[in-house]
């Protein structure tokens, strides 16, 4: 195989030189064939073992890191979304509770006002009821006091006007009667 | 002759002569262009590897590119089995790329026009390629040679064909890729020299032309080394999953 292919070479060599020389095809030219092959190596060895070692690893580790914190950052939002949404539902749930115990409130509390109102009606009613008959009472007895003491008064008035007009002493027992006849007639014409 | 389109070709040494054995491997601007590739590559990695940022910046975004590029490419052609070359595909494609890319500069020297170079690649690929075949399958590797669902009759003709095809895999992969930057090189050295000879007022259409090809070479210069790599996998897929 080896001496194979370094014949063909040779022959390929032979051939092109004449060709070469002519034509001027420089890559036809073996002269620098083995320097050219060993240079290649040489310089793609070195380049493929420091990407392989070094370049290929590092990019390689920086597109997953990438990579994963795209992932992170996505769950995470995600989560704070579904977070944020439970959030809503809670605070929508506390906001009906809310408005139904306001409402709760309002009608108790109107409930215990008219209650309230209701229960101290009646006791001021019942007191208003109680000062009405007193009073009416006063102004029975006051109105009893008043006709004695208005005949009284009569009495004396009477008496006193006889004396002076007649210079007589009048029967007093005879006086009282007829006052008292006389405002019993008219008794009723001023209470 | 700095007129002829092959003088740019011609690989001459630097410095001192170095002899082993009576080999000589002397130092010529093909190495220099050679070490230069490599070099842009490894300060490329490493400046593209060297923050670890979460929002990456220019130099590490063209280098992750560079890294998902081959993956993807490796992944879609040869499968997960072929992650272990990863290393070697990702460093040829940068290497092929970068001498392509590095032989477009003026003045400078195309690395890869030169059939010893890529033949020594297609070669190593070839019988890397038939070496892991061989250590996964074991002689059940040659019925790559033997298409199922062929004919009887045709069978020997299909699996002459099969195996002159599988031989002919290192030279249609070197010549692909040395002669398309051979060629495209010559003619772009070719309308070079028609805007010198036709002067200024001829010379606008070729100097347009040459505009032109330098896009279209570099384009090539991308595919080429784009096809070698995926070639690579592709013979690395075929010794890798065996089935046809």
Request: glycine share 4%; hydrophobic share 50%.
């Amino acid at each position: 195989m080896k001496s194979s292919l370094s014949f063909l070479v040779a022959l390929v060599a032979t051939c092109t030189r004449s060709y070469a020389a002519e034509a001027g095809m420089p890559q036809l030219d073996p002269t620098y064939w083995a320097s050219q092959a060993f240079w290649l190596i040489f310089i793609f060895t070195i380049l493929y073992i420091s990407i392989s070692k070094f370049y290929l690893p590092k990019i390689k580790d920086n597109l997953d890191n990438r990579e994963n914190k795209i992932k992170e950052d996505l769950d995470n939002a995600s989560k704070f979304k579904e977070q944020s949404e439970a959030k809503l539902k809670e605070y929508k749930s506390i906001l009906e509770n809310a408005k139904k115990e306001v409402t709760k409130i309002l009608m108790e509390s109107k409930k215990n006002l008219d209650n309230d109102i209701q229960s101290k009606k009646v006791l001021i009613e019942k007191e208003i009821d109680s000062e009405i008959i007193k009073a009416q009472k006063e102004i029975l007895d006051l109105k009893k006091n008043s006709i004695s003491s208005i005949q009284n008064i009569a009495e004396n008035i009477a008496s006193k006007i006889i004396e002076n007009l007649s210079g007589d002493k009048l029967n007093e027992s005879s006086i009282k009667a007829t006052v008292e006849d006389i405002s019993k007639n008219n008794i009723g014409k001023y209470l | 002759m700095a007129n002829n389109p092959m003088q740019q070709f011609t690989v001459h040494k630097i410095g001192p002569e170095i002899k082993i054995a009576g080999i000589d491997l002397s130092f010529t601007n093909s190495s220099l262009f050679m070490l230069i590739s490599a070099t842009t590559i490894l300060l490329l990695l490493f400046l593209g590897s060297k923050d670890k940022k979460i929002i990456p910046n220019k130099i590490q975004l063209i280098a992750e590119l560079f890294y998902t590029f081959v993956a993807k490419m490796i992944s879609d052609t040869a499968g997960s089995k072929a992650k272990p070359y990863f290393p070697f595909i990702f460093s040829l494609f940068m290497f092929v790329l970068f001498c392509n890319m590095v032989g477009m500069l003026p003045y400078s020297f195309t690395v890869t026009s030169h059939i010893i170079v890529t033949l020594i690649m297609a070669l190593f690929i070839f019988i890397a390629v038939t070496i892991i075949g061989f250590i996964k399958h074991g002689f059940k590797y040659l019925s790559i040679f033997v298409p199922s669902g062929v004919p009887s009759v045709l069978l020997p003709l299909i699996t002459i064909i099969e195996i002159i095809s599988y031989l002919s895999r290192p030279v249609s992969l070197s010549v692909r890729l040395f002669a398309n930057m051979m060629a495209g090189h010559t003619m772009l050295k070719v309308f070079g020299g028609f805007v010198v000879s036709l002067g200024i007022l001829g010379g606008w259409l070729p100097l347009s032309f040459s505009v032109a090809l330098t896009g279209l070479e570099i384009l090539v210069a991308f595919l080429q080394a784009y096809v070698f790599a995926i070639l690579t996998c592709i013979y690395l897929n075929d010794a890798l999953n065996l089935h046809h």
